[in-house]
């Protein structure tokens, strides 16, 4: 009887700790924001690598429209793939438990239509097709940055 008591003690204890680790992995660490966007907090290292990772997106968006205006197919493939999901191997892994669910959902989509971009160039080699697909991850980025700030978190 003592030990059907701790098994269940244990089942207990031991759903309350994934129930609060699932919490925190699809929640993240944020709270509202004076301008009315969600505040993510991340400590400077993990917030200079977001912002990095974001910056390469929006250089290789340029560099897939100046690869697009010039017929260089083979330079949209290699621009779009450096954005891709094979990139997000070189995010931290601290982050994912920051980051709420519907960012990292945000962010996956917009790495897999830069794959989509990609592909689907390799097949067609179409500038208008590359043109709307850049817009439709493009439009990614735009609901991410009108949602989501990054909040340096204070030093203890």
């Not at 509202?32 to 977001?50: C, F, H, M, Q, Y």
């Not at 208008?128 to 991410?144: D, F, I, P, T, Y």
Request: hydrophobic residues 45%.
């Amino acid at each position: 009887m003592k030990s059907c008591k701790l098994c269940w003690t244990l089942v207990v204890v031991l759903g309350l700790a994934v129930a609060a680790f699932a919490y925190k992995f699809t929640v993240g660490e944020v709270r509202p924001s004076d301008d009315g966007r969600v505040a993510i907090l991340l400590t400077k290292d993990e917030r200079n690598a977001l912002l990095l990772e974001m910056r390469t997106w929006l250089e290789n968006s340029q560099r897939i429209l100046a690869a697009a205006s010039r017929n260089d197919f083979g330079g949209v493939v290699q621009a779009a793939r450096a954005s891709g999901m094979a990139a997000e191997a070189e995010t931290p892994a601290s982050l994912f438990r920051k980051i709420p669910l519907e960012m990292k959902t945000l962010g996956f989509a917009t790495r897999r239509k830069f794959d989509d971009i990609a592909n689907e160039t390799e097949k067609s080699q179409d500038t208008s097709r590359v043109a709307g697909q850049l817009g439709e991850a493009m439009g990614n980025c735009v609901a991410c940055h009108a949602t989501y700030r990054f909040v340096e978190e204070p030093s203890s």
